[in-house]
């Protein structure tokens, strides 16, 4: 480090525009420093840097503006002469600015490469189901999500028509009901008889999750593991719903929780409400964001997965065994499990709404509870929205999605950012309706 010694002019606020400045003697450097605050208030500094160490921490930055336009900003000059700081004040219009650093180049450049590759594999899934349903409403069938074609009717000789299954005595597996639950498409989960009977044989294990419906326990069922999703009584609204929802034709989609059935059952007096689902170890998409960094693979697995499963969600199939658009309603990384390959299901359908294209139907069911204010779209929290329009919830959802990728993105290894909720900067950990609204 060069050792030789300067003059600086130094003042402070309202005495930089003074006729004449203070002198300080012996600095290693000189600034000229210009702070904005929240409120937009401008203060200005001169002075010297008398202490080696403070050089990287006063010039190492030339100028900060972070996104959150409320948030302060600075910029700063620093040179090396006598007097050498006697020029005007940096500012937002002619800042004086360092080059980026390799790594700040490559992590932008790392950044732009994840969001094309976003938007290709977005457009190329949409383009993809879009091309297959024109297809499926030519022919009458619906060629993404068949019940039984004829490859799956050759694989499964017990399976015939209105996906009636009969296997040999003693060959019954519970892995081979949840296949045929998954391939089936029907939506509808196991036949309801043996969904009467589901809470009689289900051991619970230990509890995994909490909410405000109720809980989530992990349950054996002849000794496979499932996911019970134990409601309180005083919402039986969302248990009718996501039941309802669950049950809906041609749901299943392996972007979609696989659905199980559901029950009624009685615990130390206490009605209990239960709905079982498929059972996924590594938790919420919420969950594993906390504990892992991902690669930039997995980063685009999990997004591409869960793309497809709203996709579906939102996609009208026609047909005599067809499905309604629905739109969610509530997407957050909570409401999005890992699976073990590092794609996604999309889980949580108590808020959902569906709509027939051809009756223009809207189905809103009769639960009243609302979403999570963090993930609602503006429209929503300033109550603009159009609830006659299917296409608003569907807008909805796709904003509640941008800020889940947001959250997925930003623990891209290659940032090392740690994990914060949308917003974590800006509004308080349980925010109201006011908070987002600001």
């Excluded at 904005?36 to 503006?65: A, W």
């Excluded at 629905?326 to 794609?343: E, G, V």
Aim: charged residues 20%; glycine residues 6%; aromatic residues 12%.
């Amino acid at each position: 480090m060069d050792s030789k010694r300067f003059d600086c002019f130094e003042c402070d606020e309202r005495s930089c525009f003074d006729d004449r400045l203070a002198v300080c003697l012996n600095a290693f450097m000189c600034y000229t420093f210009t702070v904005v605050d929240g409120f937009k208030r401008e203060t200005y500094h001169k002075g010297c840097i008398l202490e080696e160490p403070q050089i990287q921490m006063r010039c190492g930055t030339r100028n900060h503006s972070g996104s959150n336009p409320n948030a302060g900003k600075y910029w700063v000059d620093c040179c090396r002469g006598s007097l050498c700081n006697n020029a005007t004040f940096p500012s937002p219009l002619n800042p004086t600015i360092n080059p980026p650093s390799s790594s700040l180049t490559f992590a932008s450049y790392i950044f732009a490469f994840v969001a094309l590759s976003l938007i290709l594999s977005a457009i190329i899934i949409f383009i993809m189901f879009w091309n297959r349903k024109k297809a499926a409403a030519k022919s009458g069938t619906n060629l993404l999500f068949s019940p039984l074609s004829s490859d799956a009717e050759a694989s499964h000789p017990f399976v015939y028509e209105d996906n009636l299954k009969v296997t040999a005595a003693g060959d019954s597996t519970l892995r081979e009901i949840f296949e045929h639950s998954i391939t089936s498409g029907s939506g509808s989960g196991l036949p309801l008889l043996m969904q009467r009977t589901m809470a009689k044989e289900i051991r619970l294990e230990e509890c995994i999750g909490k909410g405000r419906y109720g809980e989530v326990w992990r349950g054996k069922w002849h000794e496979e593991n499932v996911a019970v999703k134990v409601f309180f009584s005083r919402d039986e609204a969302s248990w009718n719903r996501e039941t309802e929802i669950y049950n809906t034709v041609m749901l299943r989609h392996e972007n979609i929780l696989g659905y199980l059935g559901s029950d009624v059952t009685s615990y130390n007096s206490c009605t209990q409400l239960w709905l079982v689902t498929h059972y996924h170890h590594l938790g919420s998409l919420y969950d594993y964001l906390n504990c892992n960094a991902l690669s930039l693979q997995q980063v685009l697995s999990i997004i591409i997965s869960a793309v497809s499963g709203i996709l579906h969600l939102h996609t009208e199939i026609f047909g005599t065994k067809g499905k309604p658009a629905i739109a969610h309603r509530d997407i957050k990384s909570k409401n999005i499990l890992m699976k073990n390959n590092m794609s996604v299901c999309v889980a949580d359908f108590g808020l959902a709404v569906t709509h027939y294209q051809n009756t223009g139907e809207l189905d809103l069911g009769q639960n009243h509870r609302v979403g999570t204010k963090r993930y609602m779209a503006p429209e929503v929290l300033d109550e603009s929205m159009k609830t006659s329009s299917f296409e608003s919830y569907k807008m909805a959802d796709i904003y509640s999605f941008a800020l889940v990728m947001w959250e997925t993105c930003r623990r891209y290894h290659g940032f090392g950012e740690e994990y914060k909720l949308p917003y974590y900067d800006v509004v308080p950990a349980d925010p109201s309706f006011e908070d987002m609204r600001k």
